[in-house]
Every structure is written in structure tokens, then in C-alpha cells.
T-cell receptor, first 117, second 114 residues
Framework: AQKVTQAQTEISVVEKEDVTLDCVYE???????LFWYKQPPSGELVFLIR??????QNEISGRYSWNFQKSTSSFNFTITASQVVDSAVYFC??????????????FGTGTKLQVIP | NAGVMQNPRHLVRRRGQEARLRCSPM?????VYWYRQLPEEGLKFMVY????????ESGMPKERFSAEFPKEGPSILRIQQVVRGDSAAYFC????????????FGPGTRLTVT
């Protein structure tokens, strides 16, 4: 069975600080996808990134960067120079290889980030 | 707007009433997933449907919950005789085909049972 652990329940940082959100996953599959979603106070889910298990290259998108390490089953997310608008709940998620032709996404419990001005 | 649509966005029901949540997938998508997010928790898979077929309902509570995705019209998640514990956000996602394909999420329906 697949599992996603986000050990940090809540994090508070002061604006302009860097912050890293941890994500550790468990899966028996060799083929899988990892995701990060942002859920702002308004409640919708905003897709941030998808990474497949064969691509361990780190990715940077503006102030966001992701570090994928298969050796430690981790997919951590760093926000550089945080801003108040980054305040949200962030979810890490895992999708294993399709079983029966479809995939179920397993979400972590989320990390609530508060950026203080 | 060609995104996944859910309505209503907010739904208030008294205990014992029925709740109907609707999900219109993205244009061209024939695969629908429903997830539930209880307060302070992550999303949990409930059911996966294709047009006119329930493929996997392993995450659905055994009683009072049902889902359908008719040939025409939106997917419906139906909760009969709601209880306070059903209060949650219900998200729908759609994808265009089977296999590894990104699921696009709707904005969610927030159900409050009073």
C-alpha cells in the first residue's frame, strides 16, 4: 500500500525567509508519480508540480524548487524568499502505476504554512 | 472555462436530509474520481467512475453513499440521511484516459451538516 507522510503539521516563517516542506513516501512500485498541491484559504486545490519516478532531476520554478531523492523516498519542496501569499496548506501526493487501468492518488495530511509579514 | 466544475460550492443540510453533489468533468474527459477531505486532513479517495460504470468504490462508506456518472450529464455523489460526520469538502477530479494521466481537480463542494 502507498503512503505519504508530511511530518510538519504547521510551519510559521517571517516573510522573505526560505522554507522547506518535507514529504516522505512509501510505495512498492518502481513506476509512480509524485505531486505537490497548494490549498489556499479559499479552499481550491492548485496543482504545483508532477514528477515521475524515473526523473530525479531537481526542478526550479521561480521561487519554488523541488528535491526528489529516491534513495530516501523523499520529495521536498522549498519556497525561497517566502511571501504572505504563500500562506496555505501544501499537500504532497503519490500515484502508483495504474491498477486495472487507472490510478488512485494518495495524499499526505498537509503542512500548513503561515508567512508572517 | 474548460475546467472541472462542481456545484454547489457550498451546501448546508440538516441531519437526515439528502445531499447531492455534482461534478462536470473537463471537456473530453470521461474518467471521474471523487475525494473527501475531512477537516484538518488530506484528501482521501472515494470512488472512480467511467461513463455509466463504477470501476472502484473501495473508498466509499458502505452505507448512505452512492455515485454515478451517466452517459449524459454530470457525475453525482449522493449522500443519504446525512450525519454531522459527513461534513467535509468533496473534491472531484477528471482525466482524459486510463493509465498515468493527470487528474484535474475541481474547486470542491463544502458540505456542512447541521
Amino acid at each position: 500500500a502507498q503512503k505519504v507522510t508530511q511530518a510538519q503539521t504547521e510551519i510559521s516563517v517571517v516573510e522573505k525567509e526560505d522554507v522547506t516542506l518535507d514529504c516522505v513516501y512509501e510505495t512498492r512500485d518502481t513506476t509512480y508519480y509524485l505531486f505537490w498541491y497548494k490549498q489556499p484559504p479559499s479552499g481550491e486545490l492548485v496543482f504545483l508540480i508532477r514528477r515521475n519516478s524515473f526523473d530525479e532531476q531537481n526542478e526550479i520554478s521561480g521561487r519554488y524548487s523541488w528535491n526528489f531523492q529516491k534513495s530516501t523516498s523523499s520529495f521536498n519542496f522549498t519556497i525561497t524568499a517566502s511571501q504572505v501569499v504563500d500562506s496555505a496548506v501544501y499537500f504532497c501526493a503519490l500515484s502508483e502505476a495504474p491498477s486495472g487501468g487507472y490510478q488512485k492518488v494518495t495524499f499526505g495530511t498537509g503542512t500548513k504554512l503561515q508567512v508572517i509579514p | 472555462n474548460a475546467g472541472v466544475m462542481q456545484n454547489p460550492r457550498h451546501l448546508v443540510r440538516r441531519r437526515g436530509q439528502e445531499a447531492r453533489l455534482r461534478c462536470s468533468p473537463m471537456k473530453g474527459h470521461s474518467h471521474v474520481y471523487w475525494y473527501r477531505q475531512l477537516p484538518e486532513e488530506g484528501l482521501k479517495f472515494m470512488v472512480y467512475l467511467q461513463k455509466e460504470n463504477i470501476i472502484d468504490e473501495s473508498g466509499m462508506p458502505k452505507e448512505r453513499f452512492s455515485a454515478e456518472f451517466p452517459k449524459e450529464g454530470p457525475s453525482i455523489l449522493r449522500i443519504q440521511q446525512v450525519v454531522r460526520g459527513d461534513s467535509a469538502a468533496y473534491f472531484c477530479a477528471s482525466s482524459s484516459r486510463q493509465g498515468f494521466n493527470e487528474q484535474y481537480f475541481g474547486p470542491g463542494t463544502r458540505l456542512t451538516v447541521t
